[in-house]
Nanobody, 124 residues
Framework: QVQLVESGGGLVQAGGSLRLSCAASGRTFSSYVMGWFRQAPGKEREFVAAISWSGGSTYYADSVKGRFTISRDNAKNTVYLQMNSLKPEDTAVYHC?????????????????WGQGTQVTVSS
């Protein structure tokens, strides 16, 4: 069982930056693929970024590539999402998720554990 708690969301102007954190419980954090997803009102949950268990491989949605960076610190059981050059269309609730499979996936239903989410609002 893994429990995930996100933090770092907030209100920011377009062009600004935020850093999201996701703290995980459990001693096996380093064996999980970690992902970030987001869901805007009236829209489906969408993939943002994912990182392999070792941190050696990262994957991004085209809409955030070059602006967002996912990283992890297995010693601290934490995964991060650095978001730069934010746009109003990035406004959403951001969730982190853990997948016990070794393969990095972009589909939400493949992930086993989810956090409650943190709100990110980007004003124009």
């Amino acid at each position: 069982q893994v429990q995930l708690v996100e933090s770092g969301g907030g209100l920011v102007q377009a062009g600004g930056s935020l850093r999201l954190s996701c703290a995980a419980s459990g001693r096996t954090f380093s064996s999980y693929v970690m992902g970030w997803f987001r869901q805007a009102p009236g829209k489906e949950r969408e993939f943002v970024a994912a990182i392999s268990w070792s941190g050696g491989s990262t994957y991004y949605a085209d809409s955030v590539k070059g602006r967002f960076t996912i990283s992890r610190d297995n010693a601290k059981n934490t995964v991060y999402l650095q978001m730069n050059s934010l746009k109003p269309e990035d406004t959403a609730v951001y969730h982190c998720a853990a997948d016990s499979d070794l393969i990095v996936r972009r589909t939400p239903n493949r992930y086993d554990y989810w956090g409650q989410g943190t709100q990110v609002t980007v004003s124009s």
